[in-house]
């Protein structure tokens, strides 16, 4: 049997470890040779390291012998050398990647190689430049070292690894470019940059000079506020390099007390009684900012381009009722900024039960959403308040193109009375848009857990707000907390699934309960529309912050931390849905 390759190159080592020996005749010529095999063939090697090669050497009469003279060489001396009995020495690689040296033993002609990487060597000193100067906005300079071997030799190729230990000052790159932070201040900010090499490392401090202060920018610029509510307006600090910085202690005031009064730190609030608008500035230093403040009955900013039509079909509404609805509109119209596909009815189309039977006639378009509400004598005043929601959503992107509202007259009016009125509409047609109805939608991925223990919301959006905007760090870690009842008496059917967690958000406007006098219409909300796919204008959000975490632990009633108002009902859930030329097709659940 004739063996090749590694398997050979194997069998003949060993023999050659056990003895095997073929002595030549003193009265002829030795047999040729036949074949040298170097072991092992390939191998890896340190920096500094010896390494001992072996030879097997087999004559054409396929014998192993002993008594050949053996040259030893290398290809490349600088980093390797081979002694006379094949011990190689493998010299210091300072590049920073292996680097292969060719070892070649040769027998009467006969040659075999073994192919060695020498592994970089490691490094033992590592030494950062220091920068001369504050780094300045738009400067991105970077950062120089020196590494060296235990011998004092200078390592190239190297790149360690770089670590700012302050990113709000300066940010550094994978290859040690420096970003410093813009900010605005009378004295450098300086944070310390280390660079690790293998198991030695060096740190600088890295000072950043202030930037020119050139604008200020009132955040938002049109503020809105309805009569007796607060907002508190932010501003912007804009570099001259065009940068945009946020939380700077700007002072405030306000041109016409009688309309909105000020805090020095941003906090607006508007009168209870009288309309009209106010400049407010704002300063810092020699710069400042002036925005012009309407205060009205309704707070609402102009609409953008998004179409939303009521329809009554019902008796005629009460002056306080249709303020109520047309408050809620322009609200709605404020936040949803942009229209949406276009439905175009090509024949009469019914809606149905759900949606009190009305007739959609052809040539009907909308790029928006068509409401059908009314007010009727239901069962009096504490019982059924009514209900809300799409009936009709697109086909496509599950976005509402029809809904109903229906409301009992007799709780219209109490809620007039306690001043819930405009809350209550405003929520239960956010249900009609979207909000807490088509969020249980299958066919819109990664926008609700379906757990009924825990049941939240997914949209990225969302959760981002309540982390950042509202104090929910830890709360709405992955999703904004939904509805599920634990710890509240009387939450059952009605009020789970379909809103925010009462016992986490209590004031929100989209609890399942109305706390008067102003739940707040929040970031988290306004952004739960724009993960649903609506374009939104988050800047018309009211003030908004999460409660202490005492009202949080469900189970535990306390009565003076849990303010449960009223109860509001179940969100409508759509039965159809209707393709871009008017066709209905009906949901199965």
Known sequence: MRVTGGVKRAMMLSMAALGAVACDSPTKPPPAIASVVVGPGTALIESGATLQLGVVVTDVNDKVVTNRPVTWTSANTELA??????LVTALNNRTNVSVSVRVTATVAGVSDDA???VQPVAAAQLALTP????????????????ARDAGGGVLTGRQPFWESRDTSVV????????TPVAFIGVSNRTARVVATLGNVRDSVTVSVAPSTLASLEIQPQQPYLRLGHSKRLRVVAITSTGQRITGLPATYSSSNTAVATSTTAGVVTASANTSGSSQ????????ADTVDLTVDACGAAPAGTYPLELRNVGPALSPVVQEAFNCAKARIQAVIRQPISTVTFTTDVNTGDNCFNQTVTAGTTTTGLIIFMRVATIDGVGAVLGRAGPCSVRSTSRLAVLGLMEFDEADLANMANNGTLLPVILHEMLHVIGLGSTWRDPLIPNIYTGDTGDPGFL???ATRACREEHGGVLTCAVQVPVENCVGIPGCGAGTQYGHWRELVFDSELMTGYIDPPRPAF???????LGDLGYTVDVEQAEDYTMPSPTLRQAGVLNPQNLRLG???????????TIDAQGRVRPILR
């Open 280 to 287: 407010i500035i704002a300063t810092y230093g020699t710069a």
């Open 81 to 86: 050398t081979v002694s006379s009995s094949g």
């Open 522 to 528: 929040s970031r988290m909300s306004m952004s739960a």
């Open 171 to 178: 940010q550094v790159s994978a290859s040690g470019q420096l």
């Open 566 to 576: 009223l109860q509001l009902p179940a969100p409508v859930l759509p039965t159809q």
């Open 115 to 117: 192919e060695l990487l």
């Open 459 to 461: 949209g990225e959006r």
């Open 131 to 146: 920068l001369g100067a504050p780094i300045a906005e738009g400067q991105s300079p970077t950062l120089t070292f020196v």
